[in-house]
């Protein structure tokens, strides 16, 4: 069972080299997308498109590295995405944050991308999320909460 179908968009994850970033663009990939992975260093962005095209059997993540902080790499980075893919259906940012992450909402808005902002779920008293599932547990009863009117 598939929550949710994503073939045929393009996805750009930003800093998607290791962590939560890589998990999302594999499960990104997983439902379907093509996805952009990126980071500073190319090595690794590299590295871990091929996993995912091996693990897929196919085709669907392309390595593209670049510092976000940099106007020049970002406008680099949208503009080798369309030329590769086409246009950017879901931007991540997971890369950065702090100054940077303002400019990443303001820019993809502008391009029309719709964005969504994602918290970190509050870990229970003395400890931290279990595991990713944990997390899209938490992100489902704030999206509840939200429906039935209630402030999560």
């Given at each position: 069972m598939s929550l949710f179908d994503?073939?045929?968009k393009v996805a750009?994850?930003?800093?998607?080299?290791?962590g939560i970033g890589k998990a999302i663009a594999?499960?990104?990939?997983?439902h379907g997308a093509k996805v952009v992975i990126s980071s500073?260093?190319?090595?690794a962005c590299n590295q871990v498109a091929a996993a995912i095209n091996e693990t897929r059997s196919a085709k669907v993540a392309v390595p593209i590295a670049c510092n976000i902080n940099s106007k020049e790499?970002?406008?680099a980075l949208v503009?080798?995405?369309h030329a590769?893919?086409?246009?950017?259906?879901v931007l991540v940012c997971k890369a950065s944050g702090g100054a940077a992450t303002e400019a990443k909402l303001i820019a993809a808005r502008e391009a029309g991308i719709p964005v969504v902002?994602?918290?970190r779920p509050p870990p229970e008293p003395g400890e931290a999320a279990a595991s990713i599932n944990a997390a899209l547990d938490w992100l489902a009863d704030q999206d509840q909460s939200q429906e039935e009117g209630r402030m999560p």
């Open positions: 994503l073939t045929g750009l994850v930003t800093g998607s080299t290791k594999e499960r990104l990939a997983e500073r260093k190319a090595d790499q970002l406008q503009d080798e995405t590769k893919l086409g246009a950017i259906d902002m994602v918290r």
